[in-house]
């Protein structure tokens, strides 16, 4: 355990958590050393579009809040799919059971494999990304900002977005989309809930090698007609900090948005992106 438990006594929930090596697990395993208890989500079961290889499963979800517990924090788990409203609703009345409230919402569920052409893309494919990435956000937001208002001792809302929330992508347009869309709610949402010392801010990372990751790498590798490894240095040639991002650039950005230290940054879209992304 942390020496600095600056966040003693704050609850976080994060949604799609429950993936090993991706952002959500990192993001709660930072707040979580340093004394936050956490609620670790994720589907658990594998969905429509989303089979067990995509998904964070129940079991991996309860390896994450045992990995938590086994170095001194406190973690619960609840099985949470962000596009329905009531599991939305339950997965934050269990924050509140279990740890008396919700402090910190980090909206992080993803689908970033459904990569098409544009002319290809099914309109259910365009649904599927948008109802995960945008609509479960604000479900999320809508509801936390309920509970956090409720208590009356503000928060924080962060929405992890992406650099592809600022810049277009080929064969992404859902997913450029969604992430778009994210910053729209952020700004929008910020407003609102400021004066209620509620803060919603959006964190853009660049790429990542995580689960969902390693899936656009064999896709644009392919489409470029370059090995994953050459792929790779590619985009590192083109990063000004020289390397692709780690799940942890991304905790660190979260864990200062939800300090005190950021009580006065709301209604940003943070670049963690080593200066890839220019504003
Ligand atoms: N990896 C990157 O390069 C990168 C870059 C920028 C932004 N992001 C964003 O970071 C977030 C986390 O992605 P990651 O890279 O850690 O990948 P990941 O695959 O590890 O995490 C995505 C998680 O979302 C969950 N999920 C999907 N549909 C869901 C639903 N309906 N309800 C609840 N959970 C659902 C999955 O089960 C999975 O655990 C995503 O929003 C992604 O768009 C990732």
Request: hydrophobic content about 40%; charged content about 20%; glycine content about 12%.
């Amino acid at each position: 355990m942390n020496d600095k438990q600056r966040f003693a006594g704050k609850v976080a929930l994060c949604t799609g958590a429950g993936r090993p090596e991706g952002l959500g697990e990192a993001i709660l395993k930072r707040l979580a050393e340093e004394g936050c208890q956490v609620v670790v989500t994720d589907l658990g079961k594998p969905q429509r579009h989303m089979g067990s290889e995509h998904i964070g499963t129940t079991q991996e979800m309860e390896q994450v809040a045992e990995e938590i517990r086994a170095s001194g924090g406190t973690a619960t788990t609840f099985a949470l799919d962000v596009r329905d409203e009531d599991q939305v609703e339950a997965a934050i009345a269990h924050a509140v059971a279990e740890f008396g409230g919700l402090d910190f919402m980090i909206n992080n569920a993803g689908i970033g494999y459904l990569i098409q052409p544009v002319t290809e893309m099914a309109k259910e494919q365009w649904q599927a990304v948008l109802e995960v990435n945008l609509m479960g956000a604000f479900l999320c937001t809508k509801h936390a900002a309920r509970q956090m208002l409720a208590q009356g001792r503000g928060g924080r809302i962060v929405n992890i977005a992406s650099e592809a929330a600022k810049n277009g992508h080929p064969h992404m347009a859902a997913y450029t989309a969604s992430k778009h869309g994210m910053l729209g709610l952020t700004r929008s949402t910020a407003i609102e809930l400021g004066g209620h010392g509620i803060t919603v801010n959006a964190v853009c990372p660049n790429h990542v090698t995580t689960g969902l990751g390693a899936v656009q790498n064999e896709y644009f590798a392919k489409y470029k007609n370059m090995t994953v490894e050459e792929y790779l240095a590619d985009m590192r040639n083109r990063i000004p900090m020289a390397r692709v991002g780690r799940t942890e650039d991304t905790a660190n950005a979260v864990a200062w948005l939800c300090s005190e230290e950021a009580s006065y940054v709301t209604a940003q879209g943070i670049n963690v992106s080593g200066g890839a992304v220019l504003y």
